[in-house]
């Protein structure tokens, strides 16, 4: 039998803290003992200074497990938080209704099993909290209207309403290769979130990730008050590992594999820092590991490139071998942080 990504074997025998490996809801997460690497002091700071965010991250970086969180502290499950810094800061855990959608598991080939996708997943949400069929029993076929009509009805129902998107840009990635495709789905979601701007009213909160930044004028227009925190330095760790935290939520681990290595904890720390570190956010903000990798690791004890086999973006594999850049002449290439700002659909460069 496993429980987040270690055997039930191994974790008696080791009796070490079970690794969250492939677990990307909150409170699996911590109703299953697995570690969680406690981010919940940044996420507050955001949920009171702000309303509405934006945040890109690579795949596999803990941005569906950053949503999850999100989604339990606004349904006030302080139950959760037992332990971590959320729930002995003196947080008054309000409850909000809580409309929460992944984009990337909507699976289409036509615009029309697109919003109807969009449309059922509007629908599971308004059966969570009561509200039975509205797509059939108001007609609703397009994902738009069923989002307005859905926030409306919980504001006056619940209160406050708040939104939380995982790969918000999923769908138009799905078709980058085919610009003229993809420029209509891209018309699609914006029409879409749009609906977050009309109902600004009768929003707590909204957030939304992905792994691009498509400009807010393509995507966003009209959603000004979306405030994007993809290369703030206060966030710049929200997700990720950062080196205090790998050493201690995984100390036990690491002291496991060094002794079986026959090496010290410095030298073990300094070999997972050549293979998984290096991502910064922020010039001055902490770098970070890929948690994916980390997680691998510990579990396997063996250094691989462990993100390359699931989180390699198969979009951005189809724009290189339609450009003339050479994957080689990538290495060691240092480019301006111009090159990462903002892109439209139908001109992206690939580096």
């Excluded at 008050?225 to 950062?242: H, K, N, P, S």
């Amino acid at each position: 039998m496993t429980f987040c990504g270690i055997t039930e074997e191994s974790s008696m025998m080791n009796n070490l803290p079970k690794l969250p490996i492939g677990i990307q809801d909150f409170e699996k997460l911590r109703q299953n003992g697995c570690v969680y690497v406690d981010k919940t002091e940044t996420i507050h700071r955001l949920i009171t200074e702000g309303v509405a965010w934006f945040l890109s991250r690579p795949r596999r970086f803990g941005k569906s497990l950053l949503i999850s969180t999100l989604a339990a502290i606004f349904r006030g499950r302080r139950d959760l938080f037992e332990g971590l810094w959320i729930g002995d800061s003196g947080y008054d855990w309000p409850t909000h209704p809580v409309i929460q959608l992944d984009m990337s598991r909507i699976t289409f080939e036509t615009p029309e099993q697109f919003q109807s996708e969009l449309v059922r997943q509007l629908d599971e949400s308004a059966t969570q909290h009561g509200l039975e069929s509205i797509a059939s029993s108001h007609g609703f076929q397009r994902g738009a209207p069923m989002l307005d009509y859905l926030i409306s009805r919980l504001a006056e129902e619940k209160g406050k309403v708040v939104v939380l998107i995982d790969e918000y840009d999923k769908p138009i990635l799905n078709d980058i290769a085919d610009t003229a495709r993809a420029l209509a789905m891209r018309d699609r979601l914006r029409d879409f979130y749009t609906i977050l701007k009309a109902q600004d009213r009768n929003l707590r909160a909204v957030f939304l990730t992905g792994v691009s930044r498509f400009s807010k004028v393509s995507v966003f227009s009209g959603i000004n008050q979306l405030e994007d925190i993809t290369y703030a330095r206060e966030y710049g760790a929200i997700v990720g590992i950062t080196q205090t935290e790998l050493e201690s939520a995984f100390a036990d681990h690491l002291d496991d594999i060094a002794r079986e290595e026959g090496i010290s904890a410095p030298e073990l720390l300094t070999q997972i820092r050549d293979w998984y570190n290096g991502y910064r956010f922020h010039p001055t903000a902490e770098a970070v590991y890929n948690p994916f990798s980390c997680l691998l690791y510990l579990r396997n004890r063996e250094f691989q490139p462990w993100w390359f086999e699931t989180g390699t973006p198969t979009f951005l594999i189809d724009l290189l071998r339609k450009s003339s850049l050479s994957v080689a002449s990538l290495e060691r290439k240092v480019v301006s942080s111009n090159a990462f700002s903002s892109f439209e659909v139908d001109r992206i460069d690939p580096l």
